[in-house]
């Protein structure tokens, strides 16, 4: 459904093969990181203050986790090295949250272990918040003495199950090397944890939409990658006259209307889950939960939806099946709610592409530059 070639896909899925196996080694060397005795206030530990370190964090996911994370006092520290994400998103959370202690933005490379390793050795992260890598997911790592690791994980590691709604029991049976990437990244955690008193979460969840609604951060692709990107941005350059129209493929699925069927879940809802995961992680234990709204909408539903948002009447190209794709996934969000009381509340597919598309308007460049 998002606008990707089954070749980059691949692609993408073998730089994420490689990262994951460098999770290992980051695991072992970030035990082994020395202690700081730095004054300042991010390399030292700080009685009621909980120090995020949030990888991808100028990208459109990871800076809206950022910006919960700084409202809630959390002290935040985002390490992404610009490939997706924007110096703009972190500028306007630095803008937010000047004050000394709260926010810290690092260039850097997770792909680069001496560079990481020295992250890690200067600065006291209590916990990891992971969405950095190629094709919007991340590799997960653990780092020196941190207790907690939140993994932004996929419904893409269950493939095309028998049933719907897919629950954290279903099984994990990918069809694409997005999905398998992705669950051998879970597979690298769980093994992880069973020889430390790690708290883990991984977050399953399922096709993101929307933006911040006071209009403080959006999703904005760089120029080069605008053709992969989630359907939502397809959208929104149709409609913005960037590119000529939107291409959907496949027509001829088992579903209602013949195209595939997805659970749009807004960023907000989202980040609210991450917060309340971090909240609620136990030393020891791994919990694992889908992240959605438990309703299925399909291709040409939302095509329509975006079209009411933007109010623009868009030119839509039917093609023939993408390799991988799968007819119908949506999920059973009823372990979330009722172990961390969490339940989306932005569910009017409506609303949350008009949320996002007063963010687009006003950011005709999105951020701008990626290092201004």
Known sequence: MDIVSANRKRNFAGRILVASVLTAVFIFMFSLSPDSNST???PRHEPGVTHVLVTGGAGYIGSHAALRLLKDSYRVTIVDNLS?????AVKVLQELFPQPGQLQFIYADLGDAKAVNKIFAENAFDAVMHFAAVAYVGETMAAH???TLIYSSTCATYGEPDKMPITESTPQKPINPYGKAKKMSEDIIIDFSKTTNMAV???RYFNVIGSDPEGRLGEAPHPELREHGRISGACFDAARGIIPGLKVRGTDYNTADGTC???YIDVTDLVDAHVLALANAKPG????????TGKGRSVKEFVEACKKATGVNIKVEYLSRRPGDYAEVYSDPSKIRDELNWTARFTDLQGSLQIAWRWQKTHINGYGSRNN
């Open 285 to 292: 234990k791994v919990g694992i939960y889908n992240v959605g």
């Open 261 to 263: 069927v997805r659970d």
């Open 201 to 203: 979460m991984i977050l």
């Open 40 to 42: 300042k206030a991010f």
């Open 145 to 147: 003495k941190v207790k």
């Open 84 to 88: 997706r994400g924007n110096m703009g």
